[in-house]
């Protein structure tokens, strides 16, 4: 921490790059300087917890206040490997535990599409990976947390109620520190995948019902600019673990063997409008034909399955100077037509999304806040244009949709929902800023998200 | 707060019977979302005028604040601070006051010229300094002031009007890398002629735009330090500039 406590001056922005505002950045030496630190930081602006930064929205920021650079705290504690346990500082990255775990036979039971997430992100956003479905979010792998607020201290096991609110609660229920994260075992560092295209949403939605239960892990990338009766088309991707049978005899020597690489970087500045409806289109050309009709089987390192962008060093750059946004909802099953209306209403608008991606999520959990409601979720990156005013006409009309069929948007995603509609989104808020207050009764806790939403409720 | 789409909530029009500061506003609440507008300015009853008019357009909250460009500082400064006590975070506040004077009488009279560079550039500068103390406690918003085409190359028509501008512009474009990295931003425009109160009955100069063009190129460029408007008068002022006097004075107006 800086002589004086209040950290340097620095712009920042989300993962998306867009509304860059300015806080007092502080680096904690440890958990005892976080504690120090909030006890005393009834500042008029407050403070949160920043990790990697891979919120796409403005989830870590505080303009005008104060935001702990977490990174610094990325001690591994203690491993417990006979009972797939280990237990870490908040800014230790899924990487980093996968780097010390993969070749000792242990995966992180739950891991997003980037490696670059601190565990402590990971619980503020309560992430999902591809195995949703089979093994629920983030949270629900963690077995204790350390949690520190204004009013003290908290170690926290999944029976506390704060536990929860902790999930999905965006760094404003406190600053975590330390947490125990469950493993899977592993017998290789390679995932058997079956590949295979659909024709159109429904033939690739029926795929998704009938047999994601089969697969740990399923996922599938959606062509948004497909229309007619190939509106919806997509390449389905599902697999597990692959066990030392599955490999070819070349990996058989080393099944363990994880050395994620990062070969390309995007270019520190990337004209604007390089991810254009006609790039965006020829790339989905390629990308639908590059996959196999009929299913397929291979073998893939867990990188290229799980976190394939992560080879591009700074790949948001590629966005250009005004950035992009992601657009994640889900809407519950029985909804289906919903998730139909705005992929039709997409294809009409011909706007280019680089990266559609469509899971049907397991049941939820307990936390208030947390994203994930069994149904089907779609992520759409959308570029950020000086004249906006159609996709913030478009998404409007999209929340509307999502928030009458009982669902939501990802707010470690959202960068611009209407806060009237956050409430109906998340019909728990009330519980949660119960929950909250107690906490953190002056308001010390805030980011932009909670000022841009008031998800604390401070106006309300 | 500004979101990832350009949607900001609140705006601070300082000069709040101003044209273009007024037709600003319109914008920011038709175009981006914006529900509260504070206008600051002397005449009440003209301010309540255009109090009506944006509400008409969709601004949930109107205040009318005093403000006079010509009171001490430490007058500006209390207003700034109430503005902010009652309203919070400003996303966008616009200086958009200033007095065009009569050039030919001003030269004149000491009295008069003074009045007209204590109005754009000394009250500008005065008011600037508590506005851009709050931007960089806040973390962000933009400060946009309105400079003139004039503030480039003053003419012999012009130039008192022109120097009080030229004052302000390299002021406001200072301060805008004063706040440099701190989140909050200074936009300097420069616009040509433009149809406003200000300039009626003045003869029409070529490039002439509505306070609706300046609104709108404001809006698209609230990144940027710099705009003229409309854009060509920008090259044509770097020409002028760099023109022998001479030749400039035989230019017409």
């Known amino acids: ?87 870490v500082d908040a800014g230790v990255s899924l990487g980093d535990i996968m780097r010390w775990t993969v070749p000792r036979g242990w995966f992180p039971t739950v891991t997003p599409g980037t490696r670059f997430v601190t565990v402590g992100g990971a619980i503020a956003a309560d992430i999902h990976g591809k195995n949703h479905h089979i093994d629920g979010t983030f949270t629900a792998s963690v077995d204790t947390m350390t949690l520190h607020t204004p009013q003290g201290d908290f170690d926290l096991t999944p029976d506390d109620e704060l536990f929860w ?28 995948v079956d590949t295979e295209r659909a024709g159109d949403l429904d033939d690739l939605m029926a795929r998704m019902s009938d047999r994601d239960d089969d697969y740990r892990y399923s996922v599938a990338w959606i062509d948004c600019l497909a229309t007619g009766k190939q509106l919806g088309r997509g390449v389905l991707t599902r697999g597990d673990h692959a066990t030392i049978g599955d490999l070819p005899t070349t990996l058989e020597a080393d099944p363990l063997s994880y050395e994620p690489t990062q ?57 250009g100077s005004s950035g992009f946004l992601q657009y994640q909802f889900v809407v519950p099953l029985g909804h ?28 939820s959990n307990q936390a208030p806040l947390s994203f994930p409601i069994e149904g089907w979720t779609l992520a759409l990156d959308l570029p950020v244009h ?57 308001h010390t806790l805030t980011s932009d998200l909670d000022r841009r939403l008031d998800l604390t409720g401070r106006n309300t | 707060m500004r979101d990832a789409l350009g949607r900001i909530r609140t705006v601070l029009v300082l000069g709040g019977d101003s044209d273009i500061g007024v037709a600003t506003a319109r914008r920011l609440i038709t175009d981006r979302g914006a529900d509260t507008v504070i206008l600051a300015g002397r005449d009440q009853e003209r301010l309540r005028v255009r109090q009506d008019e944006l509400k008409r357009v969709g601004a949930q909250t109107v205040d009318t604040v005093h403000f006079d460009a010509l009171d001490p500082p430490q007058q500006h400064r209390s207003t700034i601070d109430e503005i902010w006590a009652d309203r919070g975070d400003i996303d966008v506040t616009l200086l958009a006051f200033g007095t065009l004077g009569d050039q030919l009488r ?23 300094i508590p506005v851009a103390q709050r931007l960089r406690t806040q973390g962000h918003g933009v400060l946009v002031v309105l400079s003139t085409i004039a503030a480039v190359q003053a003419r012999r028509t012009n130039f008192i009007y022109g120097a009080s501008k030229a004052g302000l512009d390299a002021f406001a474009r200072g301060l805008g890398d004063a706040l440099h990295g ?16 200000m300039t009626e009955g003045m003869d029409e100069a070529p490039f002439s735009v509505t306070s609706d063009d300046v609104a709108q190129a404001i809006l ?15 090259a044509i002022a770097a020409v002028l500039r760099n023109l022998p006097r001479p030749l400039v004075r035989r230019l017409p107006r």
Request: hydrophobic residues 40%.
């Open chain 2, 182 to 197: 701190t989140g909050a931003h200074v936009q300097v425009v420069r616009p040509g002629f433009v149809h406003t109160q």
């Open chain 2, 106 to 128: 001003d030269e004149q009279d000491a009295q008069r010229a003074v009045e007209v560079i204590n109005t754009n550039f000394t009250g500008a500068v005065s008011v600037s």
């Open chain 2, 220 to 234: 698209d460029g609230l990144d940027r330090d710099v705009i003229h408007v409309p854009a060509p008068v920008g």
């Open chain 1, 263 to 319: 070969p390309l970087a995007a270019p520190p500045w990337a004209p604007d409008g390089l991810l254009n409806r006609l790039t965006v289109r020829a790339f989905n050309e390629l990308w639908f034909r590059k996959a196999p009709q009929r299913r397929t089987s291979g073998i893939q390192s867990i990188p290229t399955f799980f976190h394939p962008l992560d080879a591009v060093k700074g790949w948001n750059r590629m966005y």
């Open chain 1, 165 to 192: 609110a902790t999930a999905g609660g965006m760094g404003l229920t406190g600053v975590v520190t330390r947490a125990t994260v469950e493993l899977t075992p592993v017998d290789t560092a390679y995932m058997r």
């Open chain 1, 1 to 87: 921490m800086c002589p004086d406590g209040r950290g340097t001056r620095r712009v920042l922005t989300g993962w998306g790059r867009t509304a860059p505002t300015g806080a007092d950045v502080v680096v904690p030496l440890g958990a005892d300087e976080v504690a120090t630190h909030l006890e005393g930081a009834a500042t008029a602006r407050g403070t949160v917890a920043r990790g990697l930064g891979r919120s796409y929205g403005d989830a870590a920021q505080n303009a005008g206040g104060t935001v702990l650079d977490m990174t610094s705290l990325r001690g591994i504690q203690h491993a417990d490997l006979d009972r797939g346990r280990i237990e």
């Open chain 1, 386 to 442: 000086r004249q906006s005013h159609i996709l913030t006409g478009l998404l409007a009309s999209f929340d509307r949709v999502v928030a009458e069929a009982g669902g939501r948007v990802y707010l470690a995603k959202d960068a611009r929902l209407d806060p009237e509609l956050l409430p109906v989104m998340y019909p728990d808020l009330d519980r949660w800023r119960q929950i909250r207050d107690r906490v953190d009764p002056d």
């Open chain 1, 336 to 363: 289906e037509s919903a998730l139909q209306g705005i992929i039709e209403r997409l294809a009409d608008a011909q706007v280019a999304s680089f990266l559609a991606v469509l899971k049907r999520f397991g049941p």
